[in-house]
């Protein structure tokens, strides 16, 4: 019972912290820092669905940015066409992701290990070449720029996306959404099943479960997460590029993952706030920084194999009598 309080109590003092959090733009940071806190909600969009697919599923994937590159450019297209309708903006952003890995989880899942991350690598390429000579229809090598942002007005109310703090205020409202989601799937029979196919696949089968159906509804929900994510980086960015779909923008997902904690939905967030932020502050100061990253990985794996949110339960249950 005190574990299940104390766990809402940090759920809550989180959240109140990240609602609070731009009305000190003026006063601790600039307003540069509070657009690095918005890319920051959306990428965390992203790394739930990563998280449930390599976390939980044990499904590592170097192609899971593609669903995030399809989403931004999905969202991109019928912004320039002239939708304004926000969320149908994001419903296409996670159809545009949804549909395809409806084929591509269809062939992927069907291997294991070393042949499943190879898979989506092939797929990946294959959508980041397609994107890249797309010509007019993508933008080819420049992408889409100058994407116009959707109005909102509703009677006297009228809200600029341009502005930062309701940019950030929509990014947190669609992450929060992500988030009891993503808590829904873990804590429902769906998620017990992925529990146990990442634990032994074959014992799975053996109990009944049918394996290649849950790998392969795991694989579109993680990039429905990616899409939804994809479109709003788009309305926010208003620029997508073919680097989106690139798998080294994957690999950086899977560090963010690893580094926080896989398995756990928090600990991948927090590896996401730590190499965005050393990205955004430490490359200004330093030309080398992904040194001082990759020294600190290498602390983290050989210290705390469960990632920086395995190392502050740690230290929380050393402070307990």
């Known amino acids: ?3 299940k309080q104390s766990y809402f109590l940090i759920h809550f003092a989180c959240l109140m912290l990240l609602i609070v959090l731009p009305w000190g733009s003026d006063t601790f940071f600039s307003s540069y820092f509070l657009d690095v806190a918005t890319r920051v909600l959306i990428i965390w969009i992203a790394l739930l669905g990563f998280d449930l697919l390599a976390g939980y599923a044990g499904l590592v994937s170097l192609g899971y940015a593609m669903f995030f590159g399809l989403g931004a450019y999905g969202a991109a297209m019928s ?3 002239g939708l304004s309708i926000l969320p149908l903006v994001l419903l296409i952003g996670m159809a545009s992701a949804g549909l395809p890995s409806l084929l591509v989880g269809y062939f992927s899942t069907r291997s294991r290990g070393i042949y499943f991350i190879l898979a989506t690598l092939v797929f990946a390429e294959a959508a980041f ?3 890249l000579n797309g010509g007019s229809v993508t933008g080819g090598r420049n992408g889409i720029f100058s994407i116009p942002k959707t109005p909102f007005n509703l009677a006297w ?3 600029d996306w341009a502005e930062p703090f309701s ?3 929509l990014a947190l409202l669609v992450f929060a959404m992500a988030y009891l989601t993503a808590r829904k799937i873990v804590g429902s029979p769906f998620g017990s099943a992925l529990a146990a196919i990442k634990s032994n696949e074959d014992r799975t089968a053996f ?3 049918d394996v290649a159906a849950v790998k392969r509804r795991i694989f579109v929900v993680s990039s429905l997460f990616a899409g ?3 479109a709003l980086w788009a309305h926010h960015q208003s620029y997508v590029s073919p680097e989106l ?3 080294t923008f994957s690999g950086q997902m899977l560090i963010m993952t690893w580094l926080g904690g896989a398995g756990t939905l928090v600990g991948p967030l927090i590896g996401g706030a730590v190499l965005t932020l050393m990205a955004d502050v430490l490359s200004s100061v330093m030309k080398n920084w992904l040194i001082i990253f990759g020294l600190l990985y290498i602390l983290v794996v050989m210290f705390s194999p469960k990632g920086l949110w395995g190392l502050l339960l740690k230290l929380n249950n050393r402070r307990r009598p």
């Open 245 to 247: 779909l690139h798998w």
């Open 79 to 81: 912004l320039q066409a």
């Open 129 to 131: 070449q397609l994107v």
């Open 1 to 3: 019972m005190k574990n």
């Open 157 to 159: 109310w009228q809200v």
């Open 228 to 230: 939804l994510a994809g």
């Open 207 to 209: 109990l009944g479960y």
């Open 167 to 169: 940019a950030y205020y």
